[in-house]
Structure formats: C-alpha cells, structure tokens
C-alpha cells in the first residue's frame, strides 16, 4: 500500500493581502519525499516539508514513499492574492486632518495609534508627525506618508495697523500696514506643517505677495514690524 494522504496546515488565511504570504506545512509519515504543486504543475525547489507562498493558485501536496508509491493532500488550499488600496493623502484645513478615499482609518501620532481615532478627519492636538492607516472591504491595509504638524498652539496676534486683503485668496494679496517702514519690516509665510514657503522685506505700506505655486489650504503669515511679531492665518482657495 502506498502512503497515507497527509494533510496541509495553513499559518496564515490562505485569503491574502498584496505583499503577505502564508506558509503551508504538512502533516505526513516519517520517511518520505515532498513535492508542492500549484495549478497541477510541480513547484520546482518545493520539495521540503512546508512551503511559503505569496502568489494565488490552487496549491496542492504530492508525498512518495520508499518504495516510489504516491499520495496526493486530502484537500489543497486555493490562495487568493487582494490588491492594496490607495495610500491615503492627508491634507490638513486650519487645525483638522483629512484623509482621502474610501475605506475604514485608523490615525496613529509619532507611530502610536491614536485611541477612537477611526475617522476620515482627525482635530490635530499637539504638534508632532501624524499618519493615516486605511483598510479595505478584504481587510488589507495602507498607510499614508507622514504628515508633519507645527502650528498647534499658533494663534492670531492683534497689530495695530496690520491688515491681508483679500482673505482667503487666489495666492495673490495685499499686505498693508501703517507706520515706519523699512527693512527691519520683515515677513514670513509658513504653511500648515510649519515649512517657510516665503519671506522677506515690507518696503512700503501695501504690498503685494503672490504664492504662485501654493497648494490650497491655510498659511500662516508673520510680520515683524517696530520690534512687534504679529501673526496672521491666510486661507489660500484654488
């Protein structure tokens, strides 16, 4: 008689997402050979005891005993291989991000997962590196570039003198102040994750500023005039 059929454990669900992988490992009598198929086509190299797969197909287990007799696995899995979603995009409106696409979310700030954190926006509290996780109806998962936040805790200051028109804008406006001016009038346009996007000297009481190539969203804009550091949000609308 030629061997017992031997069974075919999985160490993961044979259900994959793009990038896993699952193990199969047989049970089987002592003393004979091993060949993993998929597809009814013989795995070359696949000839030990287990086998780690990550592509889809219908595997299978083929043993031989000593006397060359053979037996095929009760049951072979059939491996299905789930594409990822979309990384999501994370932009961020005044103090509140936002993740794009569909799906569930889970925020995580520094690396951490951020407790009932499990919708599409998200209230940035503290300043520090937050990311998005999005996971699909098949349960596979992607996570979005970090997204840097530094402007938690800036809040306008009053100038006298000191006013942005038109606000919001098309990238394009006006910053008029009163008073002396010269070159210790200075100014800096930070966006929302706190990189300096512009800056420079005020030599007059209007002038224009044009952020050709800025993104939608909020910016922060600070002046220095007479010893005074005064702030103010800017909301750029495409």
């Known amino acids: 008689p030629g061997p ?3 069974l075919i454990v999985l160490t993961e669900s044979p259900d994959l997402c793009e990038g896993g992988s699952t193990t199969m490992v047989a049970t089987a009598e002592a003393g004979v050979t091993y060949q993993w198929t998929v597809n009814g086509e013989n795995i070359p190299g696949a000839t030990a005891s287990q086998h780690t797969v990550s ?4 595997y299978t287990l083929i043993i031989t005993d000593a006397n060359g007799c053979s037996a095929t696995a009760v049951e072979g899995p059939t491996v299905v291989v789930n594409p990822l979603p979309n990384a999501p995009v994370v932009t961020l409106d005044f103090d509140v991000l936002s993740a794009s696409g569909p799906g569930t979310f889970q925020w995580s700030f520094n690396g951490e997962p951020i407790d009932g ?6 209230t940035a ?8 996780t999005t996971t699909n109806e ?10 840097t936040v530094s402007t938690v805790g800036i ?3 009053a100038g006298t003198g000191f006013n942005v028109y038109p606000n919001p804008n ?3 406006f006006t910053i008029q102040l009163e008073g002396v001016i010269g070159s210790t009038t200075l100014y800096t346009i930070h966006d929302a994750t706190g990189r300096v996007v512009k800056q420079g000297s005020l030599l007059s009481t209007a002038t224009v500023v044009e952020l050709p190539d800025a993104r939608a969203g909020m910016y922060f804009l600070q002046v220095v005039q007479n010893g005074v550091n005064t702030t103010h949000r800017i909301v750029v609308a495409r």
């Open 125 to 132: 509290s503290s300043n520090g590196v937050y990311t998005v």
């Open 4 to 6: 017992d059929q031997p």
């Open 138 to 147: 098949n349960g596979c998962s992607a996570t979005s570039a970090p997204f």
């Open 155 to 157: 809040a306008e200051t």
């Open 55 to 58: 592509t889809p197909g219908e």
């Open 170 to 172: 098309n990238g394009q």
């Open 117 to 122: 954190a499990t919708d599409a926006d998200l």
